[in-house]
């Protein structure tokens, strides 16, 4: 698993960013009393447990990873279970791989009960499979277990039926309601400005990204600051590697806004570095052919056009003419 993936798996595994995940993504299907306490800030941490468990096989860990969160709910348990998926390409048989790994789940809460599950009365905690997907292609796979199983309506009597949730980072895929999963509006979470960093949609380029968390900084609670900073570092490190920066010297927190700034301040300033080595670089091997590639660059970052002109001193129309000629 690499870095970014590292990164999603801790974010995920955070009690507050998880009960976050939850209040965003899970209206209508947690009970009612959950999300009033969630709605409130007084849902318990003593009643969240992060299983140290993983049922992804070894040799599908570089596509996958799963996070497993038991929740005590009035007497009863339930479990939240959280595949990350980190290909870009879509899985077909993700309604099949979340069955298998839920009936794992299951067998290991029958092992743990013991003699207790002999018992008429022992039911099975119920297991809510979310899939977590920040790829570039539209997530088409069968949300539905029965979609995937031919003449289901026939034997529907005898075959497991259940849905899964998806989470997935694209711009056209909402929070459930009307919003874009990462869009930033109003006064953020910490959990919203995280999907925000790792959404790779965005048309801002890495100045603009650089100074957008900037201004929420100033704007968002100190609880919010907190766990921010708890994750941070760790986005901007990806977005960096993604420009092909290299990161500055740091631990893998940041531990508030006065050691975020330094950080912001890194990346605009390699930044700009970089686009003065491609200047530089243009003209020894022609202005104009180097020039292109700049620019190349600048909107493979997602820079708008308009950024695009202003720091190469460009019009709109000769930066089109300019890559019409490549």
């Not at 005898?158 to 006064?187: I, Q």
């Not at 893998?252 to 006065?258: N, Q």
């Amino acid at each position: 698993m690499g870095y970014r993936d590292n990164a999603f798996k801790r974010m995920i595994g955070d009690k507050q960013m998880f009960l976050r995940f939850v209040k965003k993504f899970m209206r209508g299907i947690i009970p009612e009393k959950m999300a009033d306490q969630l709605g409130a800030g007084e849902f318990p941490l003593g009643n969240l447990v992060l299983e140290n468990t993983t049922f992804v096989p070894s040799d599908l860990r570089d596509k996958h990873s799963d996070v497993v969160w038991r929740i005590s709910l009035d007497g009863y348990e339930a479990y939240f279970y959280i595949l990350i998926e980190h290909q870009s390409s879509v899985d077909f048989l993700m309604p099949f791989r979340l069955l298998n790994y839920m009936t794992q789940l299951w067998l290991r809460y029958v092992t743990d009960a013991g003699r207790d599950a002999r018992r008429k009365d022992f039911k099975l905690p119920p297991i809510v499979p979310v899939v977590f997907y920040e790829g570039e292609r539209k997530w088409s796979a069968d949300l539905r277990f029965s979609d995937k199983v031919r003449s289901f309506d026939t034997f529907s009597r005898y075959v497991p039926e259940f849905e899964y949730k998806l989470v997935s980072l694209r711009e056209d895929h909402t929070d459930g309601f009307e919003n874009p999963v990462w869009e930033l509006s109003g006064t953020p979470s910490a959990l919203d400005i995280i999907l925000y960093l790792s959404t790779p949609f965005r048309s801002e380029g890495l100045l603009e990204v650089s100074e957008k968390v900037r201004s929420f900084l100033q704007i968002i609670p100190d609880s919010e600051k907190e766990l921010l900073a708890k994750h941070l570092s760790g986005y901007l490190k990806i977005l960096l590697d993604r420009e092909g920066i290299a990161s500055p010297d740091s631990g893998e927190e940041i531990f508030d806004e006065k050691e975020a700034e330094p950080m912001l301040a890194y990346i605009e300033k390699e930044f700009k570095r970089a686009r003065i080595e491609g200047r530089e670089e243009g003209r020894e091997e022609g202005r104009e052919e180097g020039l292109r590639a700049v620019i190349q660059r600048m909107f493979a970052s997602g820079m708008a056009t308009s950024l695009v002109s202003e720091l190469t001193g460009l019009t709109a129309d000769e930066i089109r003419d300019l890559m019409k000629e490549q």
